[in-house]
């Protein structure tokens, strides 16, 4: 009984091309590794380009609620123009009729000046008078 004869190397495998460590990674896959690599680089810009919109958004909502707030103080300044008006119109037609001259006949009307007085001294000045009033009043 004599048995067959085979040569070792048939029933050995023979080493693939992709497993070859000295030919490295398939070119598909490199090129699929670098299209996510600059994916990646454009979502990391994407994110800072982000996040420097949401701080001027916050900083247009600053600025838009102290433009609300100056809204809000004109308005109420306009709505007190009213009130000014009526109280001059007051004013005005309280005024002393004009004087009569010798012959009978009305002199002519000038208009009433208005004047205003700054409220502002008013501490000082009432101060300063009672000040002197002391001073008066002790000699």
Same mark, same amino acid.
């Given at each position: 009984m004599s048995l067959p004869t085979r040569s070792l190397s048939t029933h050995m495998r023979q080493p693939s091309m992709g497993g070859n460590a000295s030919t490295g990674p398939p070119p598909a896959l490199v090129a699929r590794v670098n299209e996510k690599r600059a !994916?990646? &680089?454009?979502?990391? $810009?994407?994110? !800072?380009?982000?996040? /420097?919109?949401?701080?001027?958004? $916050?900083? +247009? &909502?600053?600025?838009?609620?102290?433009?609300s707030d100056g809204t809000e103080a004109i308005a109420m300044v306009m709505g007190n123009?009213?009130?000014?008006?009526? /109280?001059?119109?007051?004013?005005?037609?309280?005024? /002393?009729? #004009? =004087?009569?001259?010798?012959?009978?006949? &009305?002199?002519? /009307? +000038? #208009?009433?000046?208005?004047?205003?007085? #700054?409220? $502002?001294?008013? =501490?000082n000045v009432q101060a300063h008078a009672q000040e002197e009033g002391v001073s008066d009043g002790g000699e």
């Open positions: !994916e990646l &680089e454009h979502l990391n $810009e994407l994110r !800072e380009l982000s996040a /420097a919109m949401a701080s001027q958004m $916050e900083a +247009l &909502e600053q600025k838009l609620s102290t433009l123009w009213n009130s000014v008006l009526q /109280a001059i119109s007051m004013a005005s037609t309280k005024l /002393a009729k #004009p =004087p009569v001259d010798d012959t009978g006949r &009305e002199s002519v /009307a +000038l #208009p009433q000046t208005l004047v205003r007085i #700054p409220t $502002e001294h008013a =501490p």
